[in-house]
């Protein structure tokens, strides 16, 4: 029983470039979260999806921040024009419902450096 | 504005003793709190979880307590052992909602 997967793992992008970072959520999860982890902060809730939905974005900077959770396939988060504040760890996590109590249950991140 | 707080970046114990993780949180509004554990370059596990309708939630080793007219809850570890050694985080959010609030995090390193 596989849990989150993210991929990739380690991602290096100079400044200017694209970065896509993808989530597979657990089976059965049809509720996607991506947050943020800077250096020695916590984790910042980015983005809530369900399958071809954005529920809730407001954690998302306004410009060069997208993602999106297609009927098929896998959560992209996709950041355009990267620039060296970009770079951080960034999770997805899966839960088979939104609301309630149910935990979030995180995949192994992704580590984005924009040189 | 971090309205989750873990006042302690750091926490070092002796195996087999008490290791208390604690947490404070600003929001009126939050009513689920979770904690997970984050070893380095993985992604955070979940350990433990306690509803406002309760105080203490126990699993195994872990024991977490809320105090909600101090908005504090702490996490008990007994007994500590070396493999607890990580980054503890704690996380809330309102029963209505679904954006875990995190704290920065505390490192216990639990020694031999």
């Known amino acids: 029983n596989a849990g989150v997967m993210q991929n990739p793992r380690h991602l290096v992008r100079r400044r200017g470039q694209e970065a896509r970072l993808r989530c597979s959520p657990m089976?059965?999860?049809?509720?996607v979260y991506w947050y943020r982890q800077l250096p020695e902060e916590g984790l910042k809730f980015m983005v809530y999806l369900q399958k071809e939905n954005i529920i809730d974005e407001s954690g998302m900077p306004k410009e060069r921040f997208s993602a999106e959770f297609p009927k098929e396939g896998p959560s992209i988060l996709r950041i355009q024009q990267v620039v060296r504040g970009d770079s951080a760890a960034y999770f997805c996590a899966s839960s088979p419902q939104g609301q309630g109590n149910n935990e979030q249950f995180f995949g192994p991140g992704t580590r984005l450096t924009v040189l | 504005d971090q309205q989750v707080k873990q006042n302690s970046p750091s926490l070092s114990v002796q195996e087999g003793r008490i290791s208390i993780l604690n947490c404070d949180y600003t929001n009126s509004m939050f009513d689920y709190f979770l904690w997970y554990k984050k070893y380095p370059a993985e992604g955070p596990t979940f350990l433990i979880s306690?509803?406002?309708?309760?105080d203490k939630n126990e699993d195994g080793r872990f024991t977490v307590f809320l105090n909600k007219s101090a908005k504090h809850l702490s996490l008990h570890i007994v007994p500590s052992q070396p493999g607890d050694s990580a980054v503890y985080f704690c996380?809330?959010?309102?029963?209505?909602?679904?954006?875990?609030?995190f704290g920065k995090g505390t490192s216990l390193l639990v020694t031999p």
């Open positions: 996380a809330a959010r309102p029963n209505s909602g679904y954006a875990l609030n």
């Open positions: 306690i509803s406002s309708i309760k």
């Open positions: 089976k059965g999860h049809s509720h």
